[in-house]
């Protein structure tokens, strides 16, 4: 999936895009959305939070490269796979 790049405000794109990040494990777990940690989203005029994101990044790939396993998540054939069952649920209250 490398052939896919993302844009990044603060480095070149890459082939992933950070969103959330998950923190701790059992019942101490915590999942942290990426622009929640950073001081603003301002990259341009702000280096502080510029370097917060590119150490996200980092952190982020590392992770990734050491992970056990890896889930890719087709969000939208979920979706669509959801509303077809909806729909299939719902056939026999119209009739």
Same mark, same amino acid.
């Given at each position: 999936m490398d052939g896919v790049k993302i844009h990044s405000p603060?480095?070149?794109p890459?082939?992933?895009n950070p969103e959330f990040r998950i923190e701790g494990r059992g019942a101490h777990v915590q999942i942290l959305?990426?622009?929640e940690e950073l001081d603003d989203c301002d990259f341009h005029t702000n280096p502080v939070s #510029? !370097?917060?994101l590119r150490a996200?990044?980092?952190a982020? #790939? !590392?992770a990734r490269e050491n992970a056990v396993t890896r889930v890719r998540i087709n969000m939208s054939l979920a979706i669509r796979n959801a509303f077809d069952m909806a729909y299939d649920l719902r056939q026999p209250l119209a009739a």
């Amino acid at each position: 999936m490398d052939g896919v790049k993302i844009h990044s405000p603060v480095s070149e794109p890459l082939s992933f895009n950070p969103e959330f990040r998950i923190e701790g494990r059992g019942a101490h777990v915590q999942i942290l959305a990426v622009h929640e940690e950073l001081d603003d989203c301002d990259f341009h005029t702000n280096p502080v939070s #510029a !370097a917060q994101l590119r150490a996200l990044q980092h952190a982020y #790939a !590392a992770a990734r490269e050491n992970a056990v396993t890896r889930v890719r998540i087709n969000m939208s054939l979920a979706i669509r796979n959801a509303f077809d069952m909806a729909y299939d649920l719902r056939q026999p209250l119209a009739a």
